[in-house]
């Protein structure tokens, strides 16, 4: 989810084509994620290559079954 949610600012502002969450700032859980059918996310802030998100997982119904907030998160290297 979290790299679908960013997709386009990796594009146009980051530069790079993998962003990766460090950290989790909150997560909770409200239900069994078995029932999750698709997420909801929010970008909170990005600068250059620094993306904050939030993300909800919700269940066919809407009900949200977890909560993820990112802390910042950083270009991805790969190595070859």
Do not use: W
């Amino acid at each position: 989810c979290f790299q679908a949610l960013v997709a386009s600012l990796m594009d146009k502002h980051t530069g790079t084509g993998l962003l990766l969450p460090l950290s989790v700032r909150k997560l909770r859980t409200y239900g069994s994620t078995q029932r999750a059918a698709y997420c909801i996310g929010s970008i909170v802030s990005h600068d250059g290559n620094v993306v904050e998100a939030d993300i909800d997982l919700v269940d066919a119904q809407g009900e949200v079954l977890m909560v993820v907030c990112s802390r910042p998160s950083q270009p991805g290297k790969i190595e070859r």
